[in-house]
Nanobody, 123 residues
């Protein structure tokens, strides 16, 4: 089993930056893709970004392209989400997730996820 723990959330002003971290513990496999999802009040949970097990492939939802960067450090069993130029619409609870089925959103079946970390962006 895998446990995921997110950190790095907080309150920032529009235009600011945050770096989220997700640390994995327990047994992991090379086939695991990692991703970040978020859920804002009154909205469905959505994919924000995903990254393949090798780190060579990434996906970003249109609303964050050019502003967010997902990366991973397999030696540390950690995935990151660098969020720049934050907007109030980015306010949500962000969740880290792991999948053994693929990095694309159509294949990303969530096998594990963390408790979430709150990101709030004020205007």
């Amino acid at each position: 089993q895998v446990q995921l723990v997110e950190s790095g959330g907080g309150l920032v002003q529009a235009g600011g930056s945050l770096r989220l971290s997700c640390a994995a513990s327990g047994r992991t496999f090379s086939s695991y893709a990692m991703g970040w999802l978020r859920q804002a009040p009154g909205k469905e949970r959505e994919f924000v970004a995903t990254i393949s097990w090798s780190g060579g492939n990434t996906y970003y939802t249109d609303s964050v392209k050019g502003r967010f960067t997902i990366s991973r450090d397999n030696a540390k069993n950690t995935v990151y989400l660098q969020m720049n130029s934050l907007k109030p619409e980015d306010t949500a609870v962000y969740y880290c997730a792991a999948s053994s089925t693929g990095w694309t959103t159509s294949h990303f079946v969530i096998h594990y996820w963390g408790q979430g970390t709150q990101v709030a962006v004020s205007s």
